[in-house]
């Protein structure tokens, strides 16, 4: 439907009208994010999500215009006009990328056609947006093309590849320059294209000039000025005589960061929250959305008005308080990523394995269930960085075991490790239990230790422990294994703890239990056992060391998958580990046999230390060349930039 055109406001001397037509590529991508349907209804989604996208589009390129206060030009949208009888010649395939090749110029001059035969509203310039890959003189990595000098003229229109993020009002004002006069920086002029202004041949993600994509340079705006002035000089009118109006453009909300990634990248990306990090305020220059196809993340640049913090939003390329932003936290403002790598969700990763928030790349991604489980113990928010604590043996461990490996445990008993099935032991290994007037269920003792568990009546070789004799252990070979009896409690609460002593009790102690829960972990609250074994069948994880950086090289968070922050320490360590410390013991194989202590895994950690340093100085070195080669390449541009200067003998620092 054609829009009347808008009354030039009395700040601006020259209006630009602007047409838009989407061709039937990026209608059919939009179509392909629509909910299923009738073919009506399909059709309907589909044109209401290109024309919200478009008034977008917009914005920006009428943005990146009227803030130059020096061209006195104004942009009036038209219309958005999505035609379906426009076709082009044959795409060429071209993999892997989902996109069809087509070149550049057939596309304009099929689209200059297309124009001049077909009754359009008036119009100053027509933008064509194109969902195919352009190409130019061979290059695939063209993102648009134009007439240049062609505005107030037949030939004033322009063809932009579209990427469906902030990049594509960018290339829009890029080609709609060109029509006004403008070239692009570095061609024929000293405007250096590495500011990163409009009319650069360059662009770099999350770069400190970032800012200046949504400004011309120098160069820009005097080719732009003398544009309009020879259209002053010559009579025409085109751009200052109007006699029709316009109603404003309603331009929609911007969308979360979720959503600008399935238009970007289909409807099963997201924001990849592993690379980002905490630090959101540094979104606005790039942002990394999950690519499906390949399992890794590619950088797309996000709207205005992104949300980037709490009541902070992207405002042209830099993040901002804003009262239009939103109340969120400010390391957690989009909330858990929605779902892992294997298909997992945050909330039962963290309800299985809570040690894994202790992981940046996951506590990143799962931000929300970590902060749910979040304790107020420093050095120990997450609980346990393992799950083969046990209550009963951390007066055996030594004190790193104790003040991290089994931190919550060893502290008040506790740990926020849940499980809501049971197994049932074999008769072979199943536990001894203690007789009460209800036996608490049986925990098979080859599965992991389980959760919410203090003890509640100390056994007379534990009272020895605490009062400083060491603990006695079962013999390997025995196949008895004695039970504590536990009990599950509310988080939150404090816990009376009581030691007692064979002769004399102790005074009891009481702990502050920070543990937290969500709504699904209070349905699996039970009452478990704990058993106390020397015959323990602990599964050794796959030892890889922590990557916290992912790139778009590699899958994205394919080292936290399957390991925790501690994966690769298959035992506990005790005292009698501890060279320093003399502890006797009733048999150290018996200790190692129940904690796993053992040389082999500590040399084991020796040798993937060593490794990982190894790789360390190698990236070091590589960056160091990296660095090298920059310098000598500035060098030799400076050297260059310096006899040009000299032979044509014209200062030319002052346009720079």
Known sequence: MRQRRQTPGEDYTYTLEILIVVDPAVFSWFTSQSRPGTERDMTEEATNKTLRHYRRVFRGIKTRFVTSTVLSLNLVLVDIIIPENLSFPSPIPFMPSPRSLITAPEVLD?????????????????????????????????????????????????????????????????????????????????????????????????????????????????????????????????????????SPVNVPPTPEVDAQCRTAFGLDSFLCRAVTGTDYS?????????????????????????????????????????????????????????????????????????????????NAACCASCGEIKTDITGCEYGDRTDRCQYSKCPSYNNFTRENLC??????????????????????????????????????????????????????????TVSGKPSESTPSGSSQETAIPVTSFEPTSRVPVTSSAATSPSPTTEFLSSTKR????????????????????????????????????????????????????????????????????????????????????????????????????????ERKKYEKRMKDLKKKYDKMMKKLRKLLGIDFSTLL
């Open 110 to 246: 099929t689209f200059r056609n297309w124009v001049n035969k077909t009754e359009l509203p008036n119009h100053d310039h027509a933008l064509l947006f194109t969902g195919y890959n352009l190409t130019y003189g061979g290059s695939p990595s063209s993102t648009g093309l134009s007439y240049p000098d062609s505005v107030c003229t037949e030939l004033a229109m322009s063809v932009v590849e579209e990427s469906y993020d902030e990049r594509t009002p960018l290339y829009a004002a890029q080609e709609l320059g060109r029509s006004l006069g403008s070239r692009l920086d570095m061609d024929g002029n000293f405007c250096r294209a590495t500011n990163l202004n409009i009319m650069t041949t360059k662009f770099v993600f999350n770069s400190p000039k970032v800012p200046n994509l949504w400004k011309f340079s120098r160069c820009s705006l005097a080719y732009i000025q003398d544009f309009l002035q020879k259209l002053d000089s010559d009579g025409s009118d085109c751009l200052r005589k109007h006699t029709t109006i316009s």
């Open 282 to 362: 540094a979104l606005c220059g790039g942002m990394e959305c999950y690519l499906p196809a390949t399992g890794a993340c590619a950088s797309v640049l996000p709207l205005d008005g992104t949300v980037c913090g709490n009541f902070s939003i992207c405002n042209e390329g830099t993040c901002v308080f804003s009262n239009e932003g939103q109340n969120v936290p400010d390391e957690c403002p989009f909330g858990d990523q929605p779902v892992l790598p294997g298909s997992v969700g945050c909330g039962d990763r963290v309800y299985g394995r809570p040690y894994d928030c202790y992981l940046p790349s996951l």
């Open 407 to 464: 931190c919550l445990t060893c502290i008040n008993g506790t740990s926020l490790i849940k499980t809501t099935t049971a197994v049932v032991p074999t008769p072979s290994t199943s536990p001894l239990l203690p007789t009460t007037e209800s036996t608490p269920e049986p925990i098979s003792t080859s599965a992991s230790i389980l959760s919410t568990a203090r003890r509640t009546e100390a056994t007379a070789s534990t009272a020895s």
């Open 518 to 621: 969500t709504s699904s972990q209070r349905t699996a609250e039970t009452t478990t056992t704990i058993a106390k074994t020397t015959d323990l069948s602990y599964t050794t994880n796959t030892a890889t060391s922590t990557t916290t950086a992912t790139t778009e090289k590699t899958t994205y968070m394919s080292s936290a998958i399957s390991d925790s922050t501690y994966s690769e320490s298959a035992s506990l360590w005790t005292t009698s580990d501890v060279i320093s410390t003399q502890v006797t013991t009733s048999s150290s194989s018996d200790e190692d046999s129940s904690c796993g202590g053992g040389s082999s895994e500590q040399s084991s950690e020796k040798e993937k230390t060593k490794e990982w340093k190894k790789k360390q100085k190698k990236l070091e070195k």
